[in-house]
Nanobody
Framework: QVQLVESGGGLVQAAGSLRLSCAASGTIFIANAMGWYRQAPGKQRELVAEITNGGDTNYADSLKGRFTISRDNAENTVYLQMNSLKPEDTAAYYC?????????WGQGTQVTVSS
């Protein structure tokens, strides 16, 4: 079965950087759209960034310029490079992939940015 495994979260000081990874396993099909979302305590889950199989990207306006989404189709993996992190970036980050018309979600990885 399809599973998305996330890694790369952790505790980082403000202005620091982290790179999140999310790899799909259990399928021979390459994901179409891939994306990252985040959810802070007491808040709704929100879009961080998306990328299509063709490489088109979409970012939350407030994050554009600090975060970069990329993908490796050979490994069915999506990345999120996060730079200039701020305390307000603290959240659980979730990856999502659309594979053969179905959406799959990762388990979430916690990112905590200290002041």
């Amino acid at each position: 079965q399809v599973q998305l495994v996330e890694s790369g979260g952790g505790l980082v000081q403000a202005a620091g950087s982290l790179r999140l990874s999310c790899a799909a396993s259990g399928t021979i099909f390459i994901a179409n759209a891939m994306g990252w979302y985040r959810q802070a305590p007491g808040k709704q889950r929100e879009l961080v960034a998306e990328i299509t199989n063709g490489g088109d990207t979409n970012y939350a306006d407030s994050l554009k310029g600090r975060f970069t989404i990329s993908r490796d189709n050979a490994e069915n993996t999506v990345y999120l490079q996060m730079n200039s992190l701020k305390p307000e970036d603290t959240a659980a980050y979730y990856c999502r992939m659309r594979i053969r018309g179905r959406d799959y979600w990762g388990q979430g990885t916690q990112v905590t940015v200290s002041s």
